[in-house]
């Protein structure tokens, strides 16, 4: 059975940090495609990074430089480290292999 779940997630100040975590089940993170997205308040989900089986991380523009995605192949989970936030990464973050979603873990930046 597939199942994505999602971490992580809270209330923080702009300018600091987070790290959510995807855990996965029913299938390796180590050979498939796996990304977040990120659904903000009224607004539709977009992409934020993903990494191939076997090839380079992807960024949105407004994320580079501050986020990066990583992934564990003993934890078979899948990390997003979130650095310098500001308010407009204010979402829901996902996890998928764009097959499969998790539940969303809400990220709030704000002083």
């Known amino acids: 059975q597939v199942q994505l779940v999602e971490s992580g997630g809270g209330l923080v100040q702009p300018g600091g940090s987070l790290r959510l975590s995807c855990t996965v089940s029913g299938f390796l993170v180590s050979v498939n495609f796996m990304a977040w997205y990120r659904q903000a308040p009224g607004k539709e989900r977009e992409f934020v990074a993903s990494i191939p089986g076997n090839g380079r991380t992807n960024y949105i523009d407004s994320v580079k430089g501050r986020f990066t995605l990583s992934r564990d192949h003993v934890k078979n989970a899948v990390y997003l480290q979130m650095d310098s936030l500001k308010p407009e990464d204010t979402a829901v973050y996902f996890c998928?292999?764009?097959?499969?979603w998790g539940q969303g873990t809400r990220v709030t930046v704000s002083s």
């Open positions: 998928t292999n764009n097959y499969n």
